[in-house]
């Protein structure tokens, strides 16, 4: 069994549902630096090929595309996989231990607030939607 080919098609699955969610994916450290840098809001999730990134993160994310507050960017980087990316958006999260799958409100290239994966992992995905509306009625 090709164990590379599976993980490649997993992690092809969840950069697709990224980008029919509409996420702007992030794939080098410049390209995080540029984005999170800019004056406005973005929504950055923290993608991975776990089974609660598949089943509750992406999902979440997706479902907030349609709020009426509106972030404006949203991006996506993937943890695991584009290893420079991720690290260089961390470095915006001060604060917040490593986590992913995740999602971090940035303004004016600062962390509002953080949903990591203590809060998404063994829950429903409209738990992590009422957080990330939360955050977008407070912060935006």
């Given at each position: 069994?090709?164990?590379?080919?599976?993980?490649?098609?997993?992690?092809?699955?969840?950069?697709?549902?990224?980008?029919e969610?509409?996420?702007?994916?992030?794939?080098?450290?410049?390209?995080?630096?540029?984005?999170?840098?800019?004056?406005?809001?973005?929504?950055?999730?923290?993608?991975?090929?776990?089974g609660?990134?598949?089943?509750i993160?992406?999902p979440?994310?997706?479902?907030?595309?349609?709020?009426?507050?509106?972030?404006?960017?949203?991006?996506?980087?993937?943890?695991?996989?584009?290893?420079?990316?991720?690290?260089?958006?961390?470095?915006?999260?001060?604060?917040?231990a490593p986590?992913?799958?995740s999602f971090?409100?940035?303004?004016?290239?600062?962390?509002?607030?953080?949903?990591?994966?203590?809060?998404?992992?063994?829950?429903e995905?409209?738990?992590?939607v009422?957080?990330?509306?939360?955050?977008?009625?407070?912060?935006?």
């Amino acid at each position: 069994m090709d164990f590379n080919f599976m993980i490649n098609d997993v992690v092809q699955a969840a950069r697709k549902d990224m980008d029919e969610a509409g996420y702007e994916q992030l794939t080098s450290a410049e390209e995080v630096e540029e984005t999170l840098s800019k004056q406005g809001s973005t929504l950055v999730m923290v993608n991975s090929v776990c089974g609660c990134a598949g089943g509750i993160a992406r999902p979440a994310a997706a479902y907030m595309r349609n709020y009426e507050k509106q972030p404006d960017r949203y991006v996506t980087v993937f943890a695991g996989q584009d290893k420079e990316a991720t690290e260089k958006a961390r470095s915006f999260f001060t604060g917040y231990a490593p986590s992913s799958p995740s999602f971090a409100l940035i303004k004016d290239g600062e962390i509002k607030t953080m949903v990591e994966r203590h809060e998404i992992e063994g829950h429903e995905p409209i738990h992590v939607v009422q957080k990330l509306e939360k955050a977008f009625d407070e912060n935006l």
